[in-house]
């Protein structure tokens, strides 16, 4: 929250009559009664949140859509599932094992490629029909774009935001910075999904592709703020090494991850 009103800040020092910055929202199912101590927990830790959902027992989910929300984060695995299922982009939050510095000055956000930016299209013919027609598969449609996955919009408001930056010449100085980390190889699989980027209009900063190699390690070093993935295990390697991860329940993965 410290990243991103560092990049609001910076926003509204570059374009002060513009509105167009981070708007945080405090949901909870909590009654009204305990916002007294949200607030004062707020104003201790110096956070400007001033939106507040409190909706004494019920599910936040039906708010989601009346607040244009275009992330929805939560350590509630259920409501995650049902806000995914509202077609809203949402990930179940994970903390960290270790505690390590993150930085406050540039907001840094990894996303996992398929089933978390991209739809799940290429990953059901890894898990059904295994590792070389997969390859085959994504060489042959290179030059076809992938369907879209349920954080893509996300991506895409990143993307807004960093642009503003580099209108007035702040690109090097950018405080947002997108990395993917993907389990494809860059060879035989990563041109696809450099060209679907492509065609969408976006940029990603860094694009790692570790080839089945272990994504903690990695994410070690880039330091994000919060990473993004669809499956358990990479999610359970992050966090072991220090990193807040959060879970994005959709696609086939999610089949063979209850089925386990």
């Not at 996300?154 to 930056?165: R, S």
């Not at 990603?204 to 089945?212: M, Q």
Request: overall charge negative; glycine content about 6%; hydrophobic content about 40%.
């Amino acid at each position: 929250l410290q990243a991103l009103e560092h990049v609001n800040a910076r926003l509204l020092e570059l374009y002060p009559d513009d509105e167009e910055r981070f708007d945080i929202v405090l949901m909870t199912n909590n009654h009204a009664q305990v916002g007294v101590r949200l607030i004062n927990s707020i104003n201790h830790y110096g956070l400007t949140i001033e939106r507040f959902c409190m909706t004494g027992g019920k599910s936040p989910i039906g708010y989601l859509t009346a607040y244009l929300t275009n992330l929805y984060l939560s350590a509630d695995s259920e409501k995650v599932q049902e806000a995914i299922e509202a077609g809203i982009a949402s990930a179940t939050m994970f903390t960290a094992n270790k505690d390590v510095a993150y930085s406050d000055t540039q907001l840094r956000v990894a996303f996992d490629g398929d089933a978390v930016l991209f739809s799940d299209e290429s990953e059901q013919i890894v898990k059904e029909q295994g590792l070389d027609r997969f390859f085959e598969h994504e060489q042959l449609n290179e030059n076809k774009p992938l369907a879209q996955g349920p954080l893509k919009g996300f991506l895409e408001d990143l993307g807004k935001l960093q642009k503003k930056f580099y209108a007035k010449n702040e690109r090097l100085n950018c405080p947002i910075r997108t990395f993917l980390v993907t389990a494809r190889s860059a060879a035989s699989s990563g041109a696809r999904v450099l060209k679907t980027l492509r065609s969408w209009g976006l940029e990603i900063d860094e694009a790692l592709f570790l080839a089945g190699a272990p994504k903690g390690p990695i994410l070690v070093k880039i330091h994000p703020h919060i990473f993004f993935d669809d499956q358990m295990f990479h999610i359970e390697g992050a966090q072991k090494l220090g990193t807040i991860a959060a879970h994005v329940p959709y696609g086939i993965a999610q089949k063979y991850h209850k089925s386990a």
